[in-house]
């Protein structure tokens, strides 16, 4: 078996692995490259492998950083089946066609310049048509469920704890009669976060690709979020500015609005403070979250249930009219707005009316990749450029590195420790080259496993284990008992996922609460 890196190495945009047996070729995700000229361009070339060549593709989530290039896979001759959890099926939807969107509004601004030059003109990697086209191909699965996508080849998604149904994915491969399993992290998240879960434990793997976004850094912060973000607001509204935070439409706009609620029903945010959400995506992004409440955390669920989710002063602004309103706006206004790396979308408009201000606050809540305005921003830069116009930098310039999806350093050791069984090797994607370096010495200095670091389109090939060594002194009767325990849980918790949703479905409610309650007599 073949394991080829496509992207995301030594960089974090781009996701793209292919994997070959001697029967099938399929992909973990297809993701966009953003960043610095030199990455970008990566979009625009064509495949290093045949579209057409590709069996199907697995999406570990919905961000287009890992899904940004279907469309393209498929408009060059992809036709097989796209799978990922269901909230990732339904994000990609609205995800897909807004990329393609704002594809074609960039090239055609920059057409208009370049026409004007003489020059050549661009083509858009995909339109949103194109992307409408490739949504058929989405098949939605359910987590924690064995399945088998091929003959030898089996799936199972586990929650990463990233973004709402962003997966970590196991995989075992059958080749002459021996098994391999890979598993993909995906991109981990952090523990203790309001919305998701915490990342699933994985009790082993032959072989672990593992992100590395943040493996040379550790959240600041992480405890008082809350009380950060009050902080900025209070400090903005005083000096007469705006509070513009760029925010991903998925995950980080709703992880703002629950802290903004939390804030509101403590009496601890202005009710006379306008917020609003300017990014069509998100509020579209933001009713899936409301849809699929079974993938949020205990503690978010309860809130949700006893109707303490409610914001008064909260505003969404769809069209584009509604958004350009928003730029007559001076003070007492927060506006969340994306793309979270300012390289796109609505929010450059409101960094090209706010930066110059020494009365605004720019606040940013998610990483910012190297080569982005964002990035650029949070470096220090003094004047930018955004649509052509040099902006002069003198509004205030915060982050807050709480509100980040990743987990940061050690949080991937830790994951990585709660292995049963270590893989026999690692191989880090999704980082800059200091993270990842940084992050590889502590893996081979503390838990002392092989690590490597691939280039662009870097291959390696695969062999099973005969044996996996264990980094605890576990004997094989418990190490069986322990993944047998794991597979009866799970098979558990399957079946009474579906014996609920039929007796739901027919309104049998009788026969769900008799079953729940025999269930829980019998486990008490």
Known sequence: MKLRFLGATRTVTGSFFVIETTSKRFAIDCGLFQGVKEVKERNYTEFVVDPQSIDFVILTHAHIDHTGLIPKLCKHGF???????????????????????????????????????????????????????????????????????????????RDAGH?????????????DGKTIKLVFSGDLGNSNQPLV????????????????????????????????LESVIKYTMEKGGNLIIPAFAVERTQDLLYDLNTLYQEGRLDPKIDIFIDSPLAIAATKIFADHIEYFDSETRDLIRRGQFSLPNLK???????????????????????????????????????????????????????????????????????????????????S???????????????????????????????????????????????????????????????????????????VVDELTKALLAEQLYLELRNEMHYRFKNAMDSNNYDAVIDSMKKIKDAIS
């Not at 973004?163 to 080749?175: A, F, H, P, Q, R």
């Not at 707005?337 to 408009?349: F, L, N, P, V, W």
């Open 79 to 157: 036709k097989g089946d796209i799978y990922c959890s269901h909230p990732t099926s339904e994000l990609a939807r609205v995800l897909l066609p807004d990329s393609g969107y704002i594809q074609e509004m960039e090239v055609e601004r920059k057409n208009r310049k370049l026409l004007r030059a003489g020059k050549l003109l661009m083509e858009p990697i995909y339109t949103s048509q194109d992307a409408m086209n490739c949504l058929p191909q989405i098949k939605g699965l359910y987590m924690d469920e064995i399945i088998e996508l091929a003959p030898g080849i089996k799936v199972r998604l």
């Open 400 to 474: 807050i590195e709480a509100y980040s999806a990743h987990a940061d350093r050690a949080g991937l050791i830790n994951w990585l420790k709660h292995f049963t069984s270590l893989p026999k090797a690692v191989f880090l994607v999704h980082g800059e080259p200091e993270a990842q370096e940084a992050l590889s010495d502590i893996i081979r200095q503390e838990i002392r496993i092989p690590v490597y670091i691939p280039d662009w389109m870097d291959e390696f090939d695969l062999h099973p284990i005969d044996k996996i060594e264990s980094k605890t002194e576990v």
């Open 197 to 228: 879960k915490d990342p699933t434990v994985i009790e082993n793997a032959d072989y672990l690709i593992l992100e590395s976004t943040y493996g040379n850094r550790l959240h600041k912060g992480t405890f008082n979020r809350q009380e950060q």
């Open 163 to 175: 973004i709402l149904g962003s997966c970590i994915v196991e995989i075992w491969v059958e080749e």
């Open 316 to 398: 969404f602004s769809n069209t584009q009219e509604e958004s350009q309103m928003l730029n007559e706006r001076k003070s007492n206004t927060i506006i969340i707005s994306a793309s979270g790396m300012c390289d796109a979308g609505r929010i450059k408009y409101h960094l090209k009316y706010n930066l110059w201000r020494p009365e605004s606050t720019i606040l940013f809540v998610g990483y910012q990749a190297f080569g982005t305005l964002g990035r650029r921003i949070v470096d220090g830069e003094k004047l930018v450029q955004i649509h052509g116009e040099q902006i002069a930098v003198k509004a205030d310039i915060r």
